[in-house]
């Protein structure tokens, strides 16, 4: 068994392994995994920074930002959760077996969020702790497929995502909201059919659009639509 998957608390690693599917399906469930998500999602984010930042010290900020999304985006931590046995592990409704829900990135990727959130608590909060385990799987992520899939930026993912779903285009209204004439900051919202999808800000219009765009990816996935 995976280190990641040894608790001193079973109780908090079966809620961990908890989809939402599985509590609407058995109503003397006490809860579901999406709060441990959150704080998964939030502790591998600050890792993967800090692991990017250690390993590329001449990397600039931007690339950094994109392998880091690289990292931790929906495909990989699917596949982190295969890697360390949670796919099947994983407490599910009928219905959602039904519909694959063992082989779903989505539920992959969440469920791992949570079992890291999990595991953190269960070890007093000690990222110390947590860290190794983490990284190793980070080292196991193949060099030249992660420059693959940072450089495919977000602005084109949102782009191909509202397309697949017979959309138009993204619409992007940015403008300047303050710095200084050396050192502008800009503000972009993005709109797909007239309503808000997400909103960012940059240095130029450019990166404050990426990051619109990337805002935008991040509400979709947590709606489970990504």
Do not use: C, W
């Amino acid at each position: 068994m995976h280190k990641l998957l040894i608790f001193n608390d079973e109780k908090l690693l079966r809620r961990a392994l908890t989809h939402r599917s599985f509590v609407n399906e058995n109503f003397d469930e006490s809860g579901h995994n999406e709060r441990l998500e959150f704080l998964g999602d939030a502790i591998l984010n600050f890792i993967s920074g800090e692991y990017l930042y250690e390993q590329n010290p001449e990397m600039a900020e931007d690339e950094m930002t994109r392998r880091r999304s690289a990292l931790v985006d929906e495909k990989q931590l699917a596949r982190f959760a295969t890697e360390v046995g949670l796919d099947f592990r994983i407490r599910l409704g009928e219905g959602a077996k039904r519909e694959g829900g063992y082989t779903n990135p989505n539920i992959l990727s969440s469920t791992f969020e949570a079992v890291v959130g999990a595991y953190y608590l269960d070890n007093k909060r000690n990222i110390d702790v947590l860290r190794p385990l983490v990284e190793q799987l980070f080292d196991s992520v193949p060099k030249d497929v992660m420059v693959i899939r940072a450089s495919k930026d977000s602005k084109n993912k949102l782009q191909e995502f509202v397309q697949a779903n017979g959309e138009t285009k993204p619409n992007y209204e940015t403008e300047q909201v303050g710095g200084k004439s050396h050192a502008p900051e800009f503000l972009s919202k993005v709109y797909v059919m007239g309503k808000i999808y997400g909103e960012g800000k940059g240095s130029n219009k450019k990166d404050a659009e990426k990051e619109a765009a990337a805002d935008a990816l991040a509400k979709l996935k947590k709606r489970g639509l990504l």
